[in-house]
């Protein structure tokens, strides 16, 4: 499953988490291993303040996602996903930064 596979199998996940106001603006994808687009990906979002305030901690905000991104896909798609990254929404410009760092 290449990227924009990728992207099309997450719509629902997208749409779930902004149905809730769990996340503003669009998923963003990196290859977990720069440079083999046969891998998984990084999943990178935003989330909305005003529920992230809502939560004790990120780790609560982030499980829900985990909740949601499993209702939503499957198995294979899943597969896919190296791990969840998310941004405050005053983080913004981080989020669009590579997230990696070249070798030396």
Not at 21 to 45: F, Q
Not at 61 to 84: M, W
Request: with cysteine; glycine share 4%; hydrophobic share 35%.
């Amino acid at each position: 499953m290449d990227k924009q596979e990728l992207v099309a199998k997450l719509e629902g996940f997208k749409q779930a988490c902004h149905d809730q106001g769990y996340i503003i603006g669009d998923l963003y994808l990196d290859e977990a291993y720069p440079g083999d687009s046969s891998t998984s990906y990084v999943v990178k979002m935003i989330v909305n303040k005003t529920w992230r305030d809502t939560l004790s901690s990120p780790g609560k905000a982030l499980s829900r996602l985990l909740d949601v991104l499993f209702e939503t896909t499957e198995a294979k798609t899943r597969e896919k996903v190296f791990t969840l990254c998310i941004y405050n929404e005053d983080e913004r410009d981080l989020m669009k930064l590579p997230s990696y760092r070249p070798a030396a």
